[in-house]
């Protein structure tokens, strides 16, 4: 699958992060608040791809004969960590969304060019 051509929500790819919105601010043609939105958007798709990944990890592993207690616990604090994030995540924290992007975007577009 190409990643790249795949449309998420209704803004960008969170792969490729805001780096369109950022070209229509420099030609002025967008706002900051613009940007932080589009920005904002991408962090929660990535986030709710993570989550979905390990979902669906979680259940392959339910689905073995005999799942691997340290592998479940690990999903489990994965899955936690990633929900906290989501709770978390504000438009009013750039810094916040910007990690989330380099943190999970690179895992997440990884993840679908595996598929």
């Known amino acids: 699958m190409n ?3 795949l449309p998420i929500g209704n803004t960008f790819s969170p792969v490729r992060g805001d780096r369109r919105a950022l ?4 030609m002025g043609s967008a706002s900051n608040s613009t940007v932080n939105l589009a920005s904002f958007e991408a962090a929660q798709e990535v986030l709710c791809v993570s989550i979905a990944i390990q979902n ?3 259940s392959e592993e339910l689905s ?3 799942p691997d207690v340290v592998a479940l616990a690990n999903i489990d604090s994965e899955l936690s960590r990633l929900m906290a994030a989501e709770d978390a995540l504000s438009l009013d924290d750039p810094s916040g969304i910007n990690k989330i992007l380099t ?3 690179p895992r997440v577009k990884a ?4 598929a």
């Open 103 to 105: 943190e999970y975007g």
């Open 56 to 58: 669906k990890a979680l």
């Open 3 to 5: 990643y790249n051509r």
């Open 111 to 114: 993840a679908f060019l595996s």
């Open 64 to 66: 073995r004969p005999h």
């Open 23 to 26: 070209k229509l601010v420099a």
